[in-house]
């Protein structure tokens, strides 16, 4: 079973700050990236981190969001910064179980972020 612990959400407002983790049961667990979901719409894209630490953002988080990877912890961290209320969302880690041979998509339980203004 799969194991993807989220951590760090909370209520912030305007301009505030989070860190965001997501640890990882297995190092046969790969994080890939951060998701997020507000009410009534699509989950998103946050960013990625691969496993060499390269990233990529989401156009309406670059320059406020960074992804960081801690091998060494199985965590992968999203630090998000100058947050607006249009961050407000359900934010989910995503993961690839490489335990079986067979790769599979995983996904944390979420965590929620609410920015007032």
């Known amino acids: 079973q799969v194991q993807l612990v989220e951590s760090g959400g909370g209520l912030v407002q305007t301009g505030g700050s989070l860190r965001l983790s997501c640890v990882a049961s297995s190092v046969n667990i790969r994080v890939k990236g951060w998701y997020r979901q507000a009410p009534g719409k699509q989950r998103e894209l946050v960013a990625t981190?691969?496993?060499?630490?390269?990233?990529t953002y989401a156009d309406s988080v670059k320059g406020r969001f960074t992804i960081s990877r801690d091998s060494a912890k199985n965590t992968v961290y999203l630090q998000m910064n100058g947050l607006k209320s249009e961050d407000t969302a359900v934010y989910y880690c995503?993961?690839?179980?490489?335990?079986?041979?067979?790769?599979?998509?995983?996904w944390g339980q979420g965590t929620q972020v609410t920015v007032s203004s």
């Open positions: 981190v691969a496993i060499d630490g390269s990233t």
């Open positions: 995503n993961a690839v179980d490489y335990r079986s041979g067979t790769p599979s998509m995983s």
